[in-house]
C-alpha cells in the first residue's frame, strides 16, 4: 500500500503561483509514476499532469500547459505540482495519485493510489 498526503493548497490571487507537494509512505514512491488531478465543485475529476517513474516524461493537460510544472524528488518520497499564472478557473481540490502503469495515469488518467486533496482557490 501506498499512503499520499498532499499538501500546499490555499488561497491565491490570479497571477499568482502555489507549489503543492504529495508525500508517499508505506513503501518508496521511485516505482511509482505518478500524477495530480483536480476536481472543481459540481464538476468530474480531471487530469492535470503526469510524470513517469524517473521523471523523465510528462504529460500535461492543455489548460495547465506552460502555467503548471510537474517533477519529484524519489530521494524524498514527494511530488510536486508548481503552478504559475494561476486562474480563477484553476480553483478545485487536488489530488494525488500513484500507479505502477504510467499510461494508466497519463493516458488513461487512473491510478492505484490516491490522496485525499488539498483545496485551491484562486481569486479574480
Known amino acids: 500500500q501506498v499512503q499520499l498526503v498532499e499538501s500546499g493548497g490555499g488561497l491565491a490571487q490570479a497571477g499568482g503561483s502555489l507549489r503543492l507537494s504529495c508525500v508517499a509512505s508505506g513503501r518508496t514512491l521511485s516505482p511509482y509514476a505518478t500524477g495530480w488531478f483536480r476536481q472543481a465543485p459540481g464538476k468530474e475529476r480531471e487530469f492535470v499532469a503526469a510524470?513517469?517513474?524517473?521523471?523523465?516524461?510528462?504529460y500535461y493537460a492543455d489548460s495547465v500547459k506552460g502555467r503548471f510544472t510537474i517533477s519529484r524528488d524519489n530521494a524524498k518520497n514527494t511530488v510536486y505540482l508548481q503552478m504559475n499564472s494561476l486562474k480563477p478557473e484553476d480553483t478545485a481540490v487536488y489530488y494525488c495519485a500513484a500507479d505502477l502503469d504510467f499510461r494508466r495515469i497519463g493516458i488513461n488518467h487512473r491510478g492505484d493510489y490516491w490522496g485525499q486533496g488539498t483545496q485551491v482557490t484562486v481569486s479574480s
Open positions: 510524470i513517469n517513474w524517473r521523471g523523465g516524461l510528462r
